[in-house]
């Protein structure tokens, strides 16, 4: 059974990084074609998605923060992370980590809330 | 960026009644659209795509129709583990955007 598993501090700091990395247990990274990505939750702006990594490295972005976000991926590893840079309070907020498949999201992380406060 | 409106926002219900949700693109989406349950505490799972298609697992009282722009949600009977959050999302292009939801209570 597919699993992932969110990681990363749980407070940043305003004009931070945010930086999260999610491990899937179960399955390959590289020996699949999904692509893998983060989706964000908070109350003023509902579920919305941030980004995917595909395993070869090729990426697509929300334009809304493209200019703040880096999704990478460690096949060695079997992890993908994501750093966004710039955060404010606005950043705060549920991060999940899913598999796509076909642009629908199939598999879910439990989630991890990361709150942007000095 | 296609715009997703879901209503009602908020909907009651009893056990075995017929819920219906829709669910309003901003263009068309052919039928490039996902629905999700969202339980307190937990994640979304996913119980429909491609507008009509059941997610392997799901009962079978979940069902969705449409095409275009606007799409449904219907619960047959309503069973006392649907009350929930539901949230549409479509899978036409990126960016990929999701409706504000629709909580089902009591």
């Known amino acids: 059974q597919l699993q992932l598993q969110e990681s990363g501090p749980g407070v940043v700091k305003p004009s931070g990084t945010l930086s999260l990395t999610c491990s899937v247990s179960?399955?390959?990274?590289?020996?699949?074609?999904?692509?893998w990505g983060w989706i964000r939750q908070s109350p003023g702006k509902g579920l919305e998605w941030i980004g995917n990594?595909?395993?070869?490295?090729?990426?697509n972005y929300n334009p809304s923060l493209k200019s703040r976000v880096t999704i990478s991926v460690d096949m060695s590893k079997d992890q993908f992370s994501l750093n966004l840079s710039s955060v404010t309070a606005a950043d705060t907020a549920i991060y999940y980590c899913?598999?796509?498949?076909?642009?629908?999201?199939?598999?879910w992380g439990q989630g991890t809330l990361v709150t942007v406060s000095s | 960026d296609i715009q997703m409106t879901q209503s009602p926002s908020t909907l009651s219900a009893s056990v075995g009644d017929r819920v219906t949700i829709t669910c309003r693109a901003s263009?068309?989406?052919?039928?490039?659209l996902a629905w999700y349950q969202q339980k307190p505490g937990k994640a979304p799972k996913m119980l429909i795509y491609?507008?009509?298609s059941l997610e392997s697992g799901v009962p079978s009282r979940f069902s969705g129709s449409g095409s275009g722009t606007e799409f449904t949600l219907t619960i047959s009977s309503l069973q006392p583990d649907d009350f929930a959050t539901y949230y549409c999302?479509?899978?036409?292009?990126?960016?990929?955007?999701f409706g504000g939801g629709t909580k089902v209570e009591l």
């Open positions: 990594i595909y395993y070869s490295g090729s990426t």
């Open positions: 179960g399955g390959s990274i590289g020996r699949s074609s999904y692509y």
């Open positions: 999302q479509q899978h036409n292009s990126y960016p990929l955007t």
């Open positions: 899913v598999r796509q498949a076909a642009q629908t999201f199939d598999y």
């Open positions: 263009q068309s989406i052919s039928s490039w």
């Open positions: 491609k507008a009509s």
